[in-house]
């Protein structure tokens, strides 16, 4: 990898680990991006702006959820990398021009409801977790939000959703959680918002 | 081989590790020289132990010695030698490039197995282009906000350099100097946007910044690192690297806070040889086998 932005760049390549990587050195790798990539560490300070600094995090915890999640993780791997011999490898130049969230749009249209016309609003969400077979309560357990605020957001009870930074982070764990794009479903659902607030 | 030691500020301990770094090489028996380029207060020989020395790279430069060697101060120790004025050249405004590759050349030309550069904490373009000539740079930093930010800005103006020399349009350099300038009216804020925009003028060029910055591996070496999570800053000093540069930066090592290094300073007695038990020196020993292995 080389002086790829942190948009272009694969998961793989935030987290510094190999495309073979177990969850364990997922694990590791990720509490030493995270412990490198907060806020006052003296590593990265003067290098990055704030913004950038935002970026990189977010990325972090998204390269994060999609790896250690085994059916994410295995669908991401479908969309990025070719199988030569059984061993993933990146693909030709070509793909690695477009930026990750057009690639991983692609990666999701498998398990995808309605991938192209309908936002994804909090009763899509449900939809789709009912159609995996899940309780909210996994989700809830697997991604660590309570389970009050999964409620909240496939309820669409607006007043009970936490403020907007830790939406987008919950929206994400939960995309995440029943294999949708968690960039598609953030921005859908805070345009889903925006408009219901209007009326 | 020939190891140039530079970045940070002063006072991260540069010489220190320099002078340290080439004694333990030397009795792992490796023929070394140490080269003083330090332009803010070239001691290195203090830390030798040796008295400071009349004869300096100037002599030969302005022809009074006529070959190189003639001007080597050779050391109480076996397979060391000193080199000292180097900052001389290093300073002079008019250095051409030139004179300095003419330099470096004839410094590789010494009879010797690893040359060790000391650059101090400078730098000017003489400094940086040292830096970027000899076949490893190597940074030293202590665990601390301002020598951090100083390497950081050291190592930027090395980066940037070198992918200047690497391309030969005048507009893609002249793009590579803007992004030199943080508040550039292109707004260029780090690599990634220099890349792009060179992109949309150049897509040779962009290509060829790209191939040039995986050639350029630093070495960093933290010093005076008092606890587990100090040694970790270099870990992530190192992801810092690879997210914002794209660079592939070695962590070559670190080397204990240690009482027995000001001790041994102020002795006037290098560290590994007074006290070659102490933490520090065993850190110093660590890294300079590794060095030793790299030939």
Redesign the interface.
Known sequence: MSMKGIKDQTYYEILEVSTTATIKEIQKAYDHAKETFQADSLAVYSLFSEGEMREIQEAIEEAYWVLTNEVSRKSYDQSHFQTVGGQPTEKSIEAQGTSREKKTSLSFIGLSYNAEEELYRGKTLKQVREKMGVELQVISQETKINIKILEGIEEEALEKLPAMVYLKGFLKSFAQSIGLDPHRVVEDYLRFMDEAMKK | MIWTIGGGKGGSGKSFITANIGICLSKLGVRVILIDADLGGANLHTFLGIPPPNLSLSDFIKKRVSSLPDVLIPTAIPNLQLLTGAQDLLNAVDAKSVQKRKLVRSIQSLQSDTILVDLGGGNSLSVLDFFLMSDGGILVVT???TS??NT?RFLKSAFYRRLKQSVSTASVKAMINGAMDQKNELGI????DL??AVRQINEEEANR??EE??TFHPNLILNQVRSKKDI??G???R??C??????QLHYLGYVVYDQDVSHSIRKRRPLVLENSRSKAAQCVMEIASKLANHR
Do not use: D, R, T
């Open positions: 665990p601390e906000p951090i930010e950081y804020q780090n690599p990634h890349i792009k910044m790209i910055a995986k970790e800053i870990f992530s000093i992801s810092a690879l997210k914002y540069f794209g660079i």
